[in-house]
T-cell receptor, first 114, second 113 residues
Framework: AQSVTQLDSQVPVFEEAPVELRCNYS??????LFWYVQYPNQGLQLLLK??????LVKGINGFEAEFNKSQTSFHLRKPSVHISDTAEYFC????????????FGDGTTLTVKP | DADVTQTPRNRITKTGKRIMLECSQT?????MYWYRQDPGLGLRLIYY???????NKGEISDGYSVSRQAQAKFSLSLESAIPNQTALYFC????????????FGPGTRLTVL
């Protein structure tokens, strides 16, 4: 079984400030990790993913995340946010076996204020 | 054109009615999924299908059924809708191998009165 905990349900931040959205996971097997973004009235789209290799992963719109196996974390960061980054962000974990189902966190609402 | 489409986009129905939500994809993926999203609860998996002949229950399948009519089509049915099935429903697809991310449709907002 696997689970995902997003440690903050809401993160308010001012424009041009840095932001970190925290994600911890639990799994008995090796996993793939994902961050998705959901803009208002839209479906989810992929921000970035960790499959293997370098633990620092860069995604779209200036976001990056670091896979920390010892701490079972996959925190999302951006050095300077824009108003347009206001959205809901979901962390997801998928096991590497053929089951391949993804488990999603409850989401973090990022609100960027001017 | 969108790779994953869902119809209808919005639906209001009454308790006890049967309703079907449809999903089509042009990505050529074998794997398809149905999720529901409720505020503060993230996405919860209802059903998933790894190919046309393989359908599996997710964590919240009670009250729902699915049909995989073709590789490209995966429908979700509520046989007798109830108000607590009011939610945003998403269809998603993914490759079979290598495993990677899921691709989501735009969602169907369902209201059961």
């Amino acid at each position: 079984a696997q689970s995902v905990t997003q440690l903050d349900s809401q993160v308010p931040v001012f424009e041009e400030a840095p932001v970190e959205l925290r994600c911890n996971y639990s799994s008995s097997v090796s996993v793939y990790l994902f961050w998705y973004v959901q803009y208002p009235n839209q479906g989810l789209q992929l921000l970035l993913k960790y499959l293997s290799g370098s633990t620092l992963v860069k995604g779209i719109n200036g976001f990056e995340a670091e896979f920390n196996k010892s701490q079972t974390s996959f925190h999302l960061r951006k050095p300077s946010v824009h108003i347009s980054d206001t959205a809901e962000y979901f962390c997801a974990v998928s096991d590497r076996t053929n089951a391949g189902k993804s488990t999603f966190g409850d989401g973090t609402t990022l609100t960027v204020k001017p | 054109d969108a790779d994953v489409t869902q119809t209808p986009r919005n639906r209001i129905t009454k308790t006890g009615k049967r309703i079907m939500l449809e999903c089509s994809q042009t990505k050529g993926h074998d794997r398809m999924y149905w999720y529901r999203q409720d505020p503060g609860l993230g996405l919860r998996l209802i059903y998933y299908s790894f190919d046309v002949k393989d359908i599996n229950k997710g964590e919240i399948s009670d009250g729902y059924s699915v049909s995989r009519q073709a590789q490209a089509k995966f429908s979700l049915s509520l046989e007798s809708a109830i108000p607590n099935q009011t939610a945003l429903y998403f269809c998603a697809t993914s490759r079979d191998f290598p495993l990677s991310e899921q691709f989501f449709g735009p969602g169907t907002r369902l209201t059961v009165l």
